[in-house]
């Protein structure tokens, strides 16, 4: 117990020291100044290798006083302790690794129950501890464990875990904490959904179905408990003031690249970057829906789902421009690119399956669709490969699965979404992420198997043959990089 508080200490230290980290942008005359050590003024900023973001709360500043930055469990962690303000309100290998050689591995972050490459293992000294929480060290990848579900049209016939823990009542999965910001454009929670639920007669229904979604602010009400109840190995759920406070607090964030390093201001000359645009923009569920178009206004659906670097796109740029003009146009290029790049979406499950055809030509957009947010508006998790046996790497699991009735076999680092449904159709199926303030998280997908974000543009332009020139993947980065 002792021990415990001592730990508590510890991280309250580290949120004190970080705090003056967090500049101010100085351009922000229209924002309360304050200088109470117990929150952080509103556009905190951090540094990422693309530039600085900025995170707008609706509350006027960042509530460190918040249940979201309590340790209500037993093992002193706290929302924050894998959602940081700083880390694009997930966690970063780079900045986990400084934690780690600050406090010996021992700040609460580095807790067995799902830090630790396995719960079992030995965590005695400072090296033992090193290689225990490589997952964590290396790719800021937390262990989801979740079991074969019974009843399930599959079965478990090999659990190939380098840690030696996993077996079918629970894998051990290994996925990167998604952002607590920007929550407005969440249409689905977790990347496998599965705090997503289903709320017959509720008003977020798919289109000409009677499938419907609870309200997100009430899924994100039980996350918080969940989350309180697993990774903070809490005793207790929440009181309803703390989820509330917690849901209400996380709602009303806002994240964005607003500085570039060669393009400055990402709100310059009437661009649309930071925070403070992407509180205004529009969302509902369905909106600028792929299939049936917008839910709301019934416009079909629109593949120019990124528009807020639109007047940008009067920059051109010869060989011979240097500096910020060059750098926009990059971005406005890469705009077009995300919008309007031919890809022919090929073996996706959740698309080429359900809509039963075998190519099915679209953009970046097709699958990214909500307006300058860039997740899809309606929950649709897809398998786009990432969790499939060619891309396994010798650090994660591979579990090969059998289907109960057909004897068909497929190995995978990560079932996903089947793991909730039981169905053979789902495995390898995740959500598509918000794509604001991409630059502060790397890595990337699920299981953060690409560095950065230009693994990400190799990755799909390999996955679907796009073709992309060298030009091509450098725009689209620097547009994602600008997000
Ligand atoms: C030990 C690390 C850890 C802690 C502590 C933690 N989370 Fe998370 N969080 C994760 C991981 C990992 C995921 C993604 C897991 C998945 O999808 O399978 C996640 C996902 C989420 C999401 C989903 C976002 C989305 O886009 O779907 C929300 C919201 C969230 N966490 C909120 C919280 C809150 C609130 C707390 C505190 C009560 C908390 N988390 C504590 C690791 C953590
Ligand atoms: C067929 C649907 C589809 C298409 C087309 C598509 N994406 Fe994705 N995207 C997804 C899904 C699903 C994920 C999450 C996959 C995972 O982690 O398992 C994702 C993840 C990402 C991520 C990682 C975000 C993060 O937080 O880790 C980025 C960045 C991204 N996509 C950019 C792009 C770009 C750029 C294009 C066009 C070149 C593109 N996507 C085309 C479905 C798609």
Known sequence: MKNNIKLQAISALFIMLA?????????????????????????????????????????????????????????????????????????????????????????????????????????????????????????A?????????????????????????????????????????????????MWDGRETTLQPGSGDCIFGTSTCFSPVSFDLGTQANHATRGHAEALRDLTEEERDAIVAFESGLFTAQIKDNDAGELTAE?????????????????????????????EPFDPNAMSLYD???????????HGTKSARAAIARGQALFNSKPILIKGVKGINDDLAVSVLPGTCTTCHNTPNSGNHSTPMPLDIGIADESRRTPDMPLYTLKNKTTGEIVKTTDPGRALLTGKWKDIGRFKGPILRSVASRPPYFHDGSAPDLQSVVEFYNTRFSIGLTEREKADLVAFLAAL
């Open 19 to 139: 705090a003056p980290a967090f500049a101010k942008d100085s351009h922000d005359h229209d924002d309360e100044r304050d200088h109470h050590s117990n929150r952080l003024p509103n556009m905190f900023s951090a540094e990422n290798s693309h530039g600085k973001d900025a995170t707008y709360s609706t509350a006027g500043f960042i509530d460190l006083n918040n249940p979201f930055f309590k340790s209500i469990g037993t093992n002193g962690r706290s929302c924050a302790s894998c959602h940081a303000p700083d880390q694009g309100w997930t966690i970063t290998p780079q900045e986990v690794k400084k934690l780690f050689n600050k406090t010996k591995g021992l700040d609460p972050l580095f807790r067995l129950v799902d830090g630790a490459n396995s719960p079992l293992a030995d965590v005695t000294t400072v090296t033992k501890r090193r290689a225990a929480y490589s997952m964590l060290l290396e790719k």
């Open 141 to 189: 990848n937390i262990r989801v464990g979740i079991g074969i579900p019974s009843g399930a049209e599959f079965e478990l016939i090999e659990a190939d875990d380098p840690y030696g823990f996993a077996s079918e009542t629970e894998l051990s999965l290994f996925r990167r904490p998604m952002p607590t910001t920007n929550l407005k454009f969440l249409s689905a929670v």
């Open 270 to 298: 009437d661009a649309l970057g930071g925070p403070k645009a992407l509180k205004k923009q529009k969302y509902h569920f369905g909106i600028n829906d792929t299939l049936a178009g917008d839910y709301k206004t019934r």
């Open 311 to 321: 007047s940008w796109n009067r920059f051109k740029t010869t060989k011979s421009t």
